[in-house]
Every structure is written in C-alpha cells, then in structure tokens.
C-alpha cells in the first residue's frame, strides 16, 4: 500500500499547513465521513494500537484505522480534493473543499 496526493490536494495541504502548523491525517473506515481522509493540527487526534502509519503526503504522517488498513493493504491510494463540504470537523471544510480516496488495487 502507499499513498500519494494529487496537485491540489498538496496545494490545498500546503494552504492548510500556512493557516494551522503542521498536520496530520486519519481515516478511520467507519460510515458517512468516516470513511474519507480526515485532517487535523498534528497530535489533535489521538493515535493509538489500532491505527497504521501507511505514508505521509506533503510532510503530513498519514494513519488508516487497522480494520481499514487490513481491507485496503493491497490498494494504492490517491488522495484528491473536490468541491463541497463534508460533515466532519476535518481542517479542509471551511475551505469549502473535502479530501477524497481515489484508488487501485495494487499489480502483482
């Protein structure tokens, strides 16, 4: 598995980073936006055992819930940005932006 962010999504990181210091991101796999990457000031969410660092993006330690990680561990992830507002408390929602999966499972 690895990681990686599109141009907008680093640009959108970087105005990030400008506004609230360094950061850190978190998808957890659970229901709604759960399931979409989530980006905090780094150490506002607490870490523990059931979480795997699996990349960084733009500087940024990346984690995916264990469970979540155990499903995807052989998906390549892309990270992007879109339009709109989610439901979450993820830094890039004031922006009028959210952070997106794209992926693909990984060649043999």
Do not use: N
């Amino acid at each position: 598995m690895k990681v990686t962010a599109t141009e907008s999504c680093k640009a959108l990181i970087e105005l990030l980073k400008s506004k609230h210091g360094d950061l850190m991101f978190h998808q957890s796999g659970g229901c709604c936006d759960g399931s979409s990457p989530m980006c905090y000031p780094l150490g506002e969410f607490k870490v523990g055992g059931q979480d795997v660092l699996i990349g960084e993006l733009v500087g940024c330690p990346f984690y995916m819930g264990k469970a979540q990680h155990t499903l995807w561990q052989h998906t390549d992830l892309t990270i992007d940005v879109v339009d709109g507002r989610g439901a979450s408390f993820s830094l890039e929602i004031p922006e009028g932006k959210r952070f997106i999966v794209r992926s693909e499972v990984c060649a043999v």
